[in-house]
């Protein structure tokens, strides 16, 4: 029973900030990446960021580097996603996923084909 948990989604303006929360469980996740997901109406489910949970290695999406953070407390279980200079672009659904992986590469997490995903978590940016 691997339940991933997402919290913190809500609205704010331009420029605002959110810290978006995942909560995982059921197994240990040593060998997981650990990866934050968007997808806003009408488009495609797109990568956003990904973290090792052994290593805390991570990757970032383009349209997101130098503004979001992903991070992780491996004593609590928790991944985060921290939020920064939010632009109207950045509104979407946000899921959090976890997928077994031999070696954390930037091909292994980008692709969607993750083993868990959570229910998701909205974020509306206002202009």
């Known amino acids: 029973q691997v339940q991933l948990v997402e919290s913190g989604g809500g609205l704010v303006q331009a420029g605002g900030s959110l810290r978006l929360s995942c909560a995982a469980s059921?197994?240990?996740?040593?060998?997981?990446?650990m990866g934050w997901f968007r997808q806003a109406p009408g488009k495609e489910r797109e990568f956003v960021a990904a973290?090792?949970?052994?290593?805390?290695?991570?990757y970032y999406a383009d349209s997101v580097k130098g503004r979001f953070t992903i991070s992780r407390d491996n004593a609590k279980n928790t991944v985060y996603l921290q939020m920064n200079s939010l632009k109207p672009e950045d509104t979407a659904v946000y899921y959090c996923?976890?997928?077994?992986?031999?070696?954390?590469?930037?091909?292994?997490?980008?692709?969607?084909?993750?083993?868990?995903w959570g229910q998701g978590t909205q974020v509306t940016v206002s202009s």
């Open positions: 996923a976890a997928r077994f992986v031999p070696l954390f590469t930037r091909v292994g997490v980008v692709t969607p084909a993750y083993d868990y």
């Open positions: 059921g197994r240990t996740f040593s060998g997981y990446a």
């Open positions: 973290i090792s949970w052994s290593s805390g290695s991570t």
